[in-house]
């Protein structure tokens, strides 16, 4: 039998929320020092994409059977490990660069193993919400996540841009470690609710496991649609994402201080879309919030590839991330309500493996289109400069940036063509909630 949602539940959830809140600020913080320090080395886009692709690599592999052990495993410590391993990497990083040994292979090696540990914890965390939060408060809890993370994006590039030029990585690194102690700390104290066991669950081999997810997921169509149209969104944005970075600073010459403005524009604009989203509680349709999330985040990203001064940048940058937060919180809202508490861990694994290979396929190719095709475009004397010169401009930046808008029109016409498709579009009435399954085979 389900254990339902209470007030302990509840404040538990916030504590964890809290915990992982302050430990994405210390993790922001390094992701954006790291960024600075290997573009001023390499001065390549794909010495930066690569750090995210190794970071997702390994978690694919692993992803298939993480949804068997979340699903079979006490969650509170797979959250806890998670975050101890990124501890103890953290400090690797710091010895290496303390005897000057650090060089960016090591942010190779190590974002791998992060990465791993990384998708047991988030796949644990995801996975526990729906036995924590009643069903009406899954879109305002997915919400609060949106703000722990966006709200880190406030804090932590202004924190980071400062101190990167005052005690360099020593003192983010040591800030990041401190934050990581505080998310182990706030698990410590709190009561995660484990799922029931499925019937005959151990019977089945770990084989049959492992395909569960995919076969939950196949077998209800307008799931798949959903995790189809997810794919098709998430892969031109993750290669917009990963050109971000080197698009503002190989426009501004390597001016953090504008770089650190956009993500804490960013920061704003996500929490403020979660805050609204969190107040309002979403459409009552989420599907709908789904797709006009991705189309309003298209047109912002259009409008950011397209400007060349921060006067564009900073008002577009709070316009695209104010989408996001309605776009993911009525997604896993959907997701929560409709696949059973007993086997999330497995179907949002399986959900997880797909979105990754997107992620990898973005940062592994985002790098040699936007250095070997793109910039060369629109280099002086470029095959592109006739056509495209006096709308993005020449240089570096300048093929960054058409790769960038071209990315952003992707994800315009995947929400607006979203709605077209009568499976998707009416997910919510095509698979009934997970609790009315239930009280069926009572």
Not at 142 to 149: A, K, N
Request: proline letters at 4%; one cysteine or more.
């Amino acid at each position: 039998m389900l254990q339902q949602p209470n007030l302990a539940s509840m404040r538990n959830f916030f504590i964890i929320w809290f915990g992982q809140l302050v430990s994405t600020i210390g993790s922001s913080m390094t992701s954006f020092a790291i960024e600075i320090w290997a573009w001023e080395i390499t001065g390549k886009v794909t010495t930066l994409t690569l750090v995210g692709f190794f970071s997702l690599l390994p978690s694919i592999i692993i992803t298939p059977i993480s949804g068997v052990i979340v699903d079979r495993f006490n969650r509170k410590l797979l959250m806890m490990v998670g975050d101890t391993v990124a501890v103890f990497s953290t400090i690797v990083i710091l010895l290496l660069h303390l005897t000057n040994n650090l060089q960016i292979w090591h942010f190779y090696l190590t974002g791998a193993i992060v990465g791993t540990f990384n998708q047991f914890q988030s796949l644990a965390y995801s996975a526990s919400v729906s036995l924590m939060i009643p069903k009406k408060h899954y879109t305002r809890a997915s919400s609060l996540q949106f703000v722990s993370g966006y709200g880190s994006n406030i804090i932590a590039p202004a924190l980071a841009g400062y101190l990167y030029t005052v005690v360099g990585f020593l003192g983010i690194w040591l800030i990041d470690i401190f934050t990581c102690a505080i998310a182990i700390s706030s698990l410590l104290f709190v009561s995660i609710p484990q799922p029931p066991p499925t019937k005959n669950e151990s019977e089945v081999n770990v084989w049959q496991n492992l395909g569960l997810g995919w076969r939950y997921i196949a077998t209800h169509k307008s799931l798949l649609a959903l995790l189809v149209v997810n794919l098709l969104f998430w892969l031109p944005h993750d290669i917009g994402d990963s050109l971000y970075a080197p698009m503002i600073l190989s426009r501004t010459n390597n001016n953090t201080l504008v770089l650190g403005s956009l993500a804490s524009a960013a920061g704003f604009g996500g929490v403020t879309g979660a805050i609204i989203v969190s107040t309002w509680g979403g459409f009552r349709r989420k599907i709908k919030g789904v797709l006009l999330g991705m189309i309003g985040a298209g047109i912002s990203k259009i409008v950011f590839g397209l400007g060349r001064t921060p006067w564009v940048w900073i008002p577009a940058q709070f316009c695209s991330s104010f989408n996001f937060p309605l776009n993911g919180s009525s997604d896993t809202a959907i997701w929560l309500a409709k696949v059973p508490p007993n086997v999330q861990g497995r179907v949002f694994a399986a959900r997880s493996l797909f979105l990754q290979i997107a992620s990898a396929i973005g940062y592994l190719i985002a790098g040699p289109l936007a250095d070997r095709v793109f910039t060369p475009a629109l280099q002086s004397g470029g095959v592109l400069v006739g056509i495209l010169g006096g709308l993005f401009g020449t240089g570096t930046g300048a093929g960054i940036a058409l790769l960038y808008v071209i990315c952003a029109l992707c994800m315009l016409l995947v929400g607006g063509l979203g709605f077209s498709v009568r499976v998707l579009r009416d997910v919510e009435d095509i698979i009934p909630d997970h609790d009315e399954e239930y009280r069926q085979l009572k």
